[in-house]
Structures are given as structure tokens and as C-alpha cells.
């Protein structure tokens, strides 16, 4: 059983359109969390969730919005995809925020031509 | 604002041998630090995690060593094999907040 599962792990589209990265974890988590990694390996927090609720937005465009029905699910929706956001998506989550360990999921990567 | 740093890049040896990958960061204000690896199409794995207050960590063939003084860890690979050939990735947590800061990674190739 996956620990922490997202599906697509590839997306390929067209500029403009509209997609959604959904993750779930079986962990019994209450604090889950969205990592873009770029081209140049550089892994960065884009948001966090505790038990439903927002508690890190680093600088990303409006574009970007995570959503977070239960605790065990946060998924990420990003209107009018642009070039700049081909990159891998890594969901993670970890038993609280401050805890030590984070389990990543196996990373969506998202192609937009 | 947390940097991190690897060096270097991109490492290939022959099997068998023993190597050192580096990590640096700019600010010494840190919670923890902990060496990650990732394989292509897969997540990260955690390899070992060094809290502020410990000067090293082991887990078989590996050994991590932390001067957070310095603002540097280094992890050492032990005889090294193929399976070991993998993208490993360092990440500090800062003392506020919950978010790891990442390193651009050693891509490592350990050839037969």
C-alpha cells in the first residue's frame, strides 16, 4: 500500500488549460504539503496544509490553488498553465508541522507545450 | 533567507569506492538536517536526519556529519555499489516554521 499517492505522475497539455494534481495519504497524517521541483533539481515548498488548513503559501502565482477536502487528501489545481510550470510536483506529508520526517510521494511531472 | 548548497553536481566513480558529497547552508539557525535520496520516477527517501543538537548520524554504509557552526554536512558513502547510483539531496529545517529547504542535489553514478 502507497503511503502517500499522486495521480497523474505525468501530464502532458497545452498552454492555457486547466489541471488538477491530486494526492491522498494513508498515513494518518494531519499535515500535508506541495513541492515543485524545476529543471535545476531545486526543490521548493509551495504549500502546506495542517488538518485543512493553509498554513504555508510561499510566492506562488494565483494561478495555483491547492484544495484540501479532509485531512488525508490536498490536491493542486493550476489555471492557465504556462511553460514555466512544467516541472515535477512532489506531495509529501508528515504526522504534524513540526515533525522531523516528511514521506514524499513519487512526484506528477507536468509537461506543458 | 536559508541557502543550501551541494557540491559537487554530479559525481561518477567506480564501485567499490569511498566518496563524499557536501552540503552547505547560510544560516546556522537550524532545527535539523537530513540527507535524502531520490530515484528517477520515485519519491525521496529519507537516509538519515541530524538533529542541531548531534554531530553525526550512521546507517550501514552511511555517515552523516553535521558542524552547524560552519553551516556544513557531509555525507559518506562506504565502499560504494551501483544501486547506490541516485540523485541525493540535502535539506535543512529552520528552527520556525515546518518547511525544509532543499539543495539542488549530487547526481551520483557508481559504475560496475
Known amino acids: 500500500d502507497t503511503a502517500v499517492s499522486q495521480t497523474p505522475k505525468y501530464l502532458v497539455t497545452q498552454m492555457g488549460n486547466d489541471k488538477s494534481i491530486k494526492c491522498e495519504q494513508n498515513l494518518g497524517h494531519d499535515t500535508m504539503y506541495w513541492y515543485k521541483q524545476d529543471s535545476k533539481k531545486f526543490l521548493k515548498i509551495m504549500f502546506s496544509y495542517n488538518n485543512k488548513e493553509l498554513i504555508i503559501n510561499e510566492t506562488v502565482p494565483n494561478r495555483f490553488s491547492p484544495k484540501s477536502p479532509d485531512k488525508a487528501h490536498l490536491n493542486l489545481h493550476i489555471n492557465s498553465l504556462e511553460l514555466g510550470d512544467s516541472a515535477v510536483y512532489f506531495c509529501?506529508?508528515?504526522?504534524?508541522?513540526?515533525?522531523?520526517?516528511?514521506?514524499f510521494g513519487a512526484g506528477s511531472r507536468l509537461t506543458v507545450l | 533567507k536559508q541557502e543550501v548548497t551541494q557540491i559537487p553536481a554530479a559525481l561518477s566513480v567506480p564501485e567499490g569506492e569511498n566518496l563524499v558529497l557536501n552540503c552547505s547552508f547560510t544560516d546556522s539557525a537550524i532545527y535539523n538536517l537530513q540527507w535524502f535520496r531520490q530515484d528517477p520516477g520515485k519519491g525521496l527517501t529519507s537516509l538519515l536526519l541530524?538533529?542541531?543538537?548531534?554531530r553525526e548520524q550512521t546507517s550501514g554504509r552511511l555517515n552523516a556529519s553535521l558542524d552547524k557552526s560552519s553551516g556544513r554536512s557531509t555525507l559518506y558513502i562506504a565502499a560504494s555499489q551501483p544501486g547506490d547510483s541516485a540523485t541525493y539531496l540535502c535539506?535543512?529545517?529552520?528552527?520556525?516554521?515546518?518547511?525544509?529547504?532543499f539543495g539542488e542535489g549530487t547526481q551520483l553514478t557508481v559504475n560496475p
Open positions: 535539506a535543512v529545517k529552520g528552527t520556525s516554521g515546518s518547511r525544509l529547504t
Open positions: 509529501a506529508s508528515s504526522h504534524s508541522p513540526g515533525a522531523n520526517v516528511l514521506t
Open positions: 541530524i538533529q542541531s543538537s548531534q
